[in-house]
Nanobody, 123 residues
Framework: VHLVESGGGLVQAGGSLRLSCAAS????????MGWFRQAPGKERDFVAR????????AYADSVKGRFTISRDNAKNTVYLQMNSLKPEDTAVYYC?????????????????WGQGTQVTVSS
């Protein structure tokens, strides 16, 4: 199984980025997908997740209203649209796949992880 994130980079505060995560080696439509982030010296935190059929999404309070998770099962890809970025959004962003269908808010609930993509927001 491979999850490959892309779309990270350097952006000014208030700007936008769209992260993508391309999945291979698994039946993509059978997995819920999530995004997590990890800032230097901190734990990996939940950002957003989407169920297998896109019927349900959930977000961390810190990104609610600014970030949108979506998926295209035909392209085996999950996206994270990030708007109104803040310096505190700076982190490495990871996508993850889970065979579970409930909660999906913690790292332990996910089976597979990507290598991450760096997002840096300057003030």
């Amino acid at each position: 199984v491979h999850l490959v994130e892309s779309g990270g980079g350097l952006v000014q505060a208030g700007g936008s980025l769209r992260l993508s995560c391309a999945a291979s080696g698994l039946t993509f439509g059978s997995y819920a997908m999530g995004w997590f982030r990890q800032a230097p010296g901190k734990e990996r935190d939940f950002v957003a997740r989407i169920t297998r059929n896109s019927g349900n999404t959930a977000y961390a309070d810190s990104v609610k209203g600014r970030f949108t998770i979506s998926r295209d099962n035909a392209k085996n890809t999950v996206y994270l649209q990030m708007n109104s970025l803040k310096p505190e959004d700076t982190a490495v962003y990871y996508c993850a796949a889970s065979s579970r269908s409930l909660n999906l808010l913690t790292t332990g609930e996910y089976n597979y992880w990507g290598q991450g993509t760096q997002v840096t927001v300057s003030s």
